[in-house]
């Protein structure tokens, strides 16, 4: 049997480039990398890097600044060479984030906003019976 994967699938030629501001959506595109290149660069860092697979050869391309890279060469690493090639790219220079990572965020932060209303409720009620 073979997995479905949760949303459809990126079209190369004309990818959603709001739906892969989702690492977990650009992880998705890389099914076929191909395996000489999976030695040299991972996907799990490539997405992480806000770049997805094209369908061609090992070039990969960015979620916001569109830029592509491609040859990767052991010792290469995504981080580094996005931020080379593209300096002005938005999640670069921490303008843009992903959409996985902004939600999880959200979350932390309504989490610590109700952390904080309770805490504040129980030294209300604190200070009051010390009164």
Known sequence: M?????????????PDFIQ???ESA????????????GH????????ATGLFYTGHADRVQCA???G???????GDRPDQEHRRHFPD???IR????DADFRASRTIDTRQQQQQAVAASSTFTLTSRLVR
């Open 2 to 14: 073979v997995p479905v994967p949760l949303i459809p699938p990126i079209d190369g030629s004309h």
């Open 20 to 22: 892969l501001q989702s």
């Open 26 to 37: 650009r992880l998705l595109t890389f099914h076929d990398w191909p395996s000489s290149a």
């Open 40 to 47: 040299i660069v991972e996907p799990r860092d490539l997405a």
């Open 64 to 66: 916001f600044c569109r």
């Open 68 to 74: 592509c890279l491609r040859s990767w060469r052991p």
């Open 89 to 91: 790219c938005p999640l």
């Open 94 to 97: 921490g303008a843009a984030g």
